[in-house]
Nanobody, 127 residues
Framework: QVQLVESGGGLVQVGGSLRLSCAAS????????MGWFRQGPGKERELVAT????????YYADSVKGRFTISRDNARNTVYLQMFSLKSEDTAVYYC????????????????????WGQGTQVTVSS
């Protein structure tokens, strides 16, 4: 049974920072490309950032480029999303997801490519 458990969400003011974590159980982490998605109120789920198995390559949505950083620690089976300069439009439920058996050095941008999902963590940015 694979589980992805997000943590680190909360309420923050505009311009503030948060770091999300996603811990993976099971044995899939090191062979998985990981991604962070979000779904705001009344919006579709969208990709925020993704990272390859080794962590060597990353991809960011234009809306977060330069403000968010995705990273991973394969020894801890954990992927992180560091968020700076938060805006009200970043308010959403944030999900981590995994592409099991990912091609090395390849990141995945399509929601349908992801096999496993966490339950989500709420991020609220207030002004």
């Amino acid at each position: 049974q694979v589980q992805l458990v997000e943590s680190g969400g909360g309420l923050v003011q505009v311009g503030g920072s948060l770091r999300l974590s996603c811990a993976a159980s099971g044995s899939i982490f090191s062979s998985s490309s990981m991604g962070w998605f979000r779904q705001g109120p009344g919006k579709e789920r969208e990709l925020v950032a993704t990272i390859t198995r080794s962590g060597g390559n990353t991809y960011y949505a234009d809306s977060v480029k330069g403000r968010f950083t995705i990273s991973r620690d394969n020894a801890r089976n954990t992927v992180y999303l560091q968020m700076f300069s938060l805006k009200s439009e970043d308010t959403a439920v944030y999900y981590c997801a995994a592409v099991h058996g990912a091609v090395s050095s390849y990141y995945y941008t399509r929601t349908g490519s992801y096999d496993y999902w966490g339950q989500g963590t709420q991020v609220t940015v207030s002004s």
